[in-house]
């Protein structure tokens, strides 16, 4: 008899996030902003968005958040957000604004399962 080696979700592994369908959780993303190779330690003024599609490219779900000093982007997935992802396949992309306006970092689309 074969045994399958269970995982434990939610998880991020090889950059893909993978939760199981109903599963509540809050997802933190710490983020390290740099200008000219200098660290930016504070960042107030900057404001994370982080948006969810569907495979076909139709948005599921955008989460903007203001920098609060501590460089950590948290998202809570409550019962109602986890319910607007059924199982499938999903990805999201996450982008800074800098207080000039100037957008960063957009185009990581990074994949999501949910099983």
Sequence with gaps: ???????????VKRGKLTWCEGD???FRINVTLTSMGAKIA??????YVAEFFD????????????GNG??????????????????GRYFYDVHVLCPDGT???AGNDLPISVV
Excluded: H, N
């Excluded at 008899?1 to 998880?11: A, G, V």
């Excluded at 504070?42 to 404001?47: E, P």
């Excluded at 495979?55 to 203001?66: F, R």
């Excluded at 997935?77 to 199982?87: C, H, I, N, Q, Y």
């Design 1 to 11: 008899m074969e045994y399958l080696k269970s995982e434990r979700f939610p998880c």
């Design 24 to 26: 509540t959780f809050t």
């Design 42 to 47: 504070d960042d107030t003024g900057y404001v």
């Design 55 to 66: 495979a076909s490219g139709k948005e599921i779900l955008a989460v903007t958040e203001e």
């Design 70 to 87: 501590s460089g950590l982007f948290a998202i809570a997935f409550d019962a109602p957000t986890t319910s607007l992802f059924p199982r």
């Design 103 to 105: 957008r960063i970092t």
